[in-house]
C-alpha cells in the first residue's frame, strides 16, 4: 500500500515569515500534485510535478519533486493570510492509477 | 480544466434515510471519481465511475451502502444509504486526466 506522509500536520506562523511543507513515501509515484483547499470548498490543484528533480514556482510558492520521485515539498515565502488552508499532496503510482493523499497540513498565517 | 458542480451543498439528514449526491461537470469526461473528507482528515477514495460501466469500489465501501449511477459523460450521482452519525463527512466529486485532477466543491453531510 503506497502512503503518503505529510508534516507537519499544523502550522501558525506570522504574515511575512517562511514555511515549508513535506510530503514524504517509500514508494515511487509517477507524479504528484499539491492541492490547497479552504473550509467550505473543494480541493484546487495548485501544480503537478512529474519529473524526478523538478522545481516549479508559482509566484510565492515553490514545488519540489524528489530526484527518485518519493517525496516532495512546498516552500512559501513571505506568508499573507491568504495563503491560510488545507495543503494537500497527493501522489498517483502509475500515470492511469488513483490519487493517494496526505493526510495534510492546515496553514494558518497570522496579519 | 473542468468546472464541477454538487448538489446539494449541504444537508442534515436523520439515521436510517439516504441521500442522492449529484455530480455536474461542464465537459464530457470519461472517468469520475468519488471521495469522503471527513472531518478534519484527507481525502478518501470511495469508487470510480465509468459511463456504461458498473463502479468499481475502494476497500471499505460497497455498492449497497454507496450506490453510484453513471448515466452519461457529464453527470453522476452517489447515494449515501442508511445514514448513520458515522456518514457526516464531506463527498466530494471529481474527474481528472492522467496528471491533472479537478473536485467539485463538495456536499458537506450531517446525520444526526
Known amino acids: 500500500t503506497q502512503l503518503l506522509e505529510q508534516s507537519p500536520q499544523f502550522l501558525s506562523i506570522q504574515e511575512g515569515e517562511n514555511l515549508t511543507v513535506y510530503c514524504n513515501s517509500s514508494s515511487v509515484f509517477s507524479s504528484l500534485q499539491w492541492y490547497r483547499q479552504e473550509p467550505g470548498e473543494g480541493p484546487v490543484l495548485l501544480v503537478t510535478?512529474?519529473?524526478?528533480?523538478e522545481v516549479k514556482k508559482l509566484k510565492r510558492l515553490t514545488f519540489q519533486f524528489g530526484d527518485a520521485r518519493k517525496d516532495s515539498s512546498l516552500h512559501i515565502t513571505a506568508a499573507q493570510p491568504g495563503d491560510t488552508g488545507l495543503y494537500l499532496c497527493a501522489g498517483k503510482g502509475t500515470s492511469q492509477g488513483n490519487l493517494i493523499f496526505g493526510k495534510g497540513t492546515k496553514l494558518s498565517v497570522k496579519p | 480544466s473542468a468546472v464541477i458542480s454538487q448538489k446539494p451543498s449541504r444537508d442534515i439528514c436523520q439515521r436510517g434515510t439516504s441521500l442522492t449526491i449529484q455530480c455536474q461537470v461542464d465537459s464530457q469526461v470519461t472517468m469520475m471519481f468519488w471521495y469522503r473528507q471527513q472531518p478534519g482528515q484527507s481525502l478518501t477514495l470511495i469508487a470510480t465511475a465509468n459511463q456504461g460501466s458498473e463502479a468499481t469500489y475502494e476497500s471499505g465501501f460497497v455498492i449497497d451502502k454507496f450506490p453510484i449511477s453513471r448515466p452519461n459523460l457529464t453527470f453522476s450521482t452517489l447515494t449515501v444509504s442508511n445514514m448513520s452519525p458515522e456518514d457526516s463527512s464531506i463527498y466530494l466529486c471529481s474527474v481528472g486526466a492522467a496528471y491533472e485532477q479537478y473536485f467539485g466543491p463538495g456536499t458537506r453531510l450531517t446525520v444526526t
Open positions: 510535478v512529474v519529473t524526478g528533480g
